[in-house]
T-cell receptor, first 116, second 109 residues
Framework: GAVVSQHPSRVICKSGTSVKIECRSL??????MFWYRQFPKQSLMLMAT?????????EQGVEKDKFLINHASLTLSTLTVTSAHPEDSSFYIC????????????FGPGTRLTVT | AQRVTQPEKLLSVFKGAPVELKCNYS??????LFWYVQYSRQRLQLLLR??SRESIKGFTADLNKGETSFHLKKPFAQEEDSAMYYC???????????FGQGTRLTINP
């Protein structure tokens, strides 16, 4: 089946620094990837939709200058949290769709970000 | 606007008992509905989708357009069914999924 990986699985950084999270589709080409944020005991909140070769589409209320998304290839999307603050601490999950017209998304294992 | 409602945050049943996780949706067009499951310390994975009309791990879900519901059912719960379950919706031509708040299902021995 389709596999999505994320790296790193967890990261701790100091306030004011930037952190990059990678999302890769391992055995398929993902024209579209999604980035979610999940707070403890809550549902997934979509942050942005990332299409290969074009700018990401951010959901309302998500700061695009703070959460930089790059989808440079059909197998890789990155999320960079710039000037991180403790309130950015969360679980970040990516997902990918394998082809146009297929609504199914394959999820990565998530990245736990802790900002101290 | 698209919306998915899972009224139960927590659901606890005994092993062997029937289980039903409720999901209601709001969407003006023809939706595509999914159930995703997240077992402890594992990633979110697709359980089933309404267009497949199949039973996975004994679970079934029928789309009821009149009641705008997509409830997940299993006649005999097993301990390994304990997990977090999310109902999700996407619209025609839409890319993104809209998730419900999730229901934590606990199967007691």
């Amino acid at each position: 089946g389709a596999v999505v990986s994320q790296h790193p699985s967890r990261v701790i950084c100091k306030s004011g620094t930037s952190v990059k999270i990678e999302c890769r589709s391992l055995d398929f080409q993902a024209t579209t990837m999604f980035w979610y944020r999940q707070f403890p005991k809550q549902s997934l909140m979509l942050m942005a939709t990332s299409n290969e070769g074009s700018k990401a589409t951010y959901e309302q209320g998500v700061e695009k200058d703070k959460f930089l998304i790059n989808h440079a290839s059909l197998t890789l999307s990155t999320l960079t949290v710039t000037s991180a603050h403790p309130e950015d601490s969360s679980f970040y999950i990516c997902s990918a769709r394998d082809r146009q017209g297929s609504a199914e998304q394959y999820f990565g294992p998530g990245t736990r970000l802790t900002v101290t | 606007a698209q919306r998915v409602t899972q009224p139960e945050k927590l659901l606890s049943v005994f092993k062997g008992a029937p289980v039903e996780l409720k999901c209601n949706y709001s969407y003006s067009g023809s939706p595509e509905l999914f159930w995703y499951v997240q077992y402890s310390r594992q990633r979110l994975q697709l359980l089933l989708r309404h267009i497949s009309r199949e039973s996975i791990k004994g679970f079934t879900a029928d789309l009821n357009k009149g009641e705008t519901s997509f409830h997940l059912k299993k006649p005999f719960a097993q301990e390994e069914d304990s997990a977090m379950y999310y109902c999700a919706l996407t619209g025609q031509g839409a890319q993104k999924l809209v998730f419900g708040q999730g229901t934590r299902l606990t199967i007691n021995p």
